[in-house]
């Protein structure tokens, strides 16, 4: 065989050798191109679900605040009626009569409590809460809280105690989710506490975060309930809390709040032995440069 022959032998072969090639690639495209059609199929029908989800959270949202702000009027009423009945405006009460009162009002309350955490966390998902951040020092945070909580401890067996913030720089973030926040987990506190203490105190965890902590020696939660706690309408299942009803949303709207605020929850104890709760925020909150004002600010309550 000749030079150019086998030279026009290779070239048939490499020829043969491209055909190929071309027809596996025409192959593979075709069934890409199908694949493209499946995947935009795939995207349009995520974006169908997600609008229809984004719908129904933005209805869910609306719901929840009507509903909110309609149930608030009667129940006020409620409350503010058996106020009146229990200051025997109205003349003297038998026993009974004040202790079904005491429960009437107790009840308005108790849906008072879950009407206003419905409307907070509608207001959260709805993306409606504004965080107005400015300085203020610790000690007049715990100063504000120990007042709004004195009327309750006095009637209780339980000793609620601040502990002196130490080396705790002032905050920059919103005081007042931050005081929502230690309410709700002094609340749930004070509530699962039949005897001992709740401790609430403060501490540096670095130089750019601050760990608050409420400590009581209530109870208890079981470990491997903890997790589910700050979901929403979450209730542990125990004697206590069979007669201590509570909305199940406090702890779920703390966590949403403190994510706001750049922050997170956390949860330490076990069944019988207490419970600590404890928020973790930045010193500053992030987005903002927390340098207005600084010596101006003052805690408002």
């Not at 542990?236 to 949403?256: A, N």
Request: with cysteine; hydrophobic share 40%; proline share 3%.
């Amino acid at each position: 065989m000749t030079e150019v022959e086998k030279l026009l032998q290779e070239a048939q072969e490499l020829r043969s050798i491209i055909e190929r090639q071309a027809s596996e690639i025409a192959v593979v495209n075709a069934e890409l191109a199908e694949t493209n059609k499946g995947v935009v199929a795939l995207y349009a029908e995520l974006d169908d679900r997600a609008e229809q989800l984004r719908q129904a959270t933005e209805l869910k949202s609306r719901f929840l605040s009507y509903m909110s702000h309609e149930f608030r009027t009667p129940l006020g009423s409620i409350v503010s009626l058996s106020r009146v009945l229990m200051d025997h405006m109205d003349g003297p009460l038998t026993d009974e009569q004040e202790r079904q009162v005491r429960l009437i009002r107790g009840s308005a309350e108790e849906l008072i409590e879950m009407v206003n955490d419905l409307l907070d966390l509608a207001k959260v998902e709805a993306g409606r809460i504004s965080i107005s951040p400015e300085w203020f020092e610790m000690v007049d945070l715990f100063s504000a809280l120990r007042g709004m909580f004195k009327p309750i401890i006095s009637k209780q067996s339980v000793d609620l105690i601040f502990e002196e913030p130490k080396n705790v720089p002032m905050l920059f973030t919103d005081h007042k989710k931050l005081s929502q926040i230690l309410r709700n987990y002094i609340s749930n506190a004070l509530k699962f506490t039949q005897k001992g203490s709740v401790r609430v105190s403060a501490e540096c965890k670095d130089s750019e975060m601050v760990i608050f902590s409420v400590a009581d020696t209530g109870i208890g939660i079981a470990k491997e309930h903890q997790k589910e706690l700050f979901n929403d309408f979450v209730q542990v299942d125990s004697p206590v809390q069979k007669h201590l009803r509570g909305t199940g949303l406090g702890l779920s709207l703390s966590k949403k709040l403190a994510e706001l605020l750049g922050g997170n929850v956390g949860i330490e104890g076990d069944l019988g032995k207490g419970s600590i709760f404890s928020v973790t925020v930045p010193v500053r909150l992030p987005g903002y440069t927390g340098n207005e004002n600084r010596e101006e600010s003052k805690y408002a309550g």
